[in-house]
């Protein structure tokens, strides 16, 4: 047999184990020594992940999903059956990534109480972040003190805005328990489109009028949409 007969069995980097990898390549042990700044993307998945699947590691899962959705952005908003979908994520994988993208969006809001909200810029900055990226609609009205210090943020409703989801007694209550002595309305648009529809004139109305007769005024109501808003207050919507 010539020497180029001989069939030489080299490992590939992709069926090795992470555990066989240079120590200082290995993602835990990565972030242990540089800082968890040192990893990428896919390294930062693959802890959350712990495990890969049979020759498939976690980095590997990592970079399959990345490569999938195109951003860490896009990923971030994936659902537990979409994630399910692919080999080597099962239910307690999928779940675990959801939970640390949810995680990261309420960290995101962590802290907005007692902010002063002066104008539809100083909303947009502390929700944008939570909200740009959902699929559904969410309703939620924020409480504000009289010097307009944000007391806290309450979900209403999620899913298709309309009347029967977000009712004035359903938006006022919180306000009314607080107390607070005016609101602010914000919801999203997952289609990116951030003017307002006739349904969310209408209910914003509603909710103007009402809160006219309960003696909480309604100062904005703010319209989220990836990297765009509208303010009714500033179009004159009010």
């Known amino acids: 047999m010539t020497t180029h007969d001989k069939k030489v069995s080299e490992p590939s980097a992709y069926h090795l184990k992470i ?4 120590e200082k390549e290995r993602p835990r042990e ?3 020594l540089r800082g968890v700044q040192s990893l990428s993307d896919s390294e930062l998945i693959a802890i959350i992940l712990r495990t890969g699947a049979g020759k498939i590691t976690a980095v590997d899962l990592a970079k399959t999903l990345l490569k999938a959705y195109g951003t860490l952005r896009q990923l971030c908003t994936r659902s537990v059956q979409e994630l399910r979908q692919y080999k080597g994520l099962g239910n307690t994988k999928a779940l675990t990534l959801v939970a640390a993208f949810e995680l990261g969006r309420r960290a995101s809001q962590h802290g907005v109480e007692k902010e002063c909200i002066n104008s539809p810029e100083d909303v947009v900055r502390l929700l944008q972040p939570g909200m740009r990226d959902l699929k559904c609609e969410l309703f939620q009205v924020l409480l504000l003190d009289s010097a307009n210090h944000l007391l806290r943020s309450v979900k209403i409703s999620e899913g298709i805005l309309n009347s029967s989801l977000v009712h004035p007694r359903e938006v006022f209550k919180p306000a009314i328990v607080e107390p607070a002595a005016s609101i ?5 648009h997952p289609s990116g ?3 307002p529809s006739a349904e969310d004139v209408q209910i914003t109305r509603q909710i103007v009028e009402s809160g006219k007769i309960i003696g909480i005024p309604v100062h904005d109501h703010i ?7 509208t303010s009714f207050a500033e179009k004159g919507l009010l």
């Open 30 to 32: 990565k972030m242990l």
């Open 193 to 195: 489109n951030p003017e």
């Open 19 to 22: 555990t066989d990898w240079p």
């Open 223 to 229: 319209i989220i949409a990836i990297d765009h808003y």
């Open 184 to 188: 602010i309305l914000v919801h999203n």
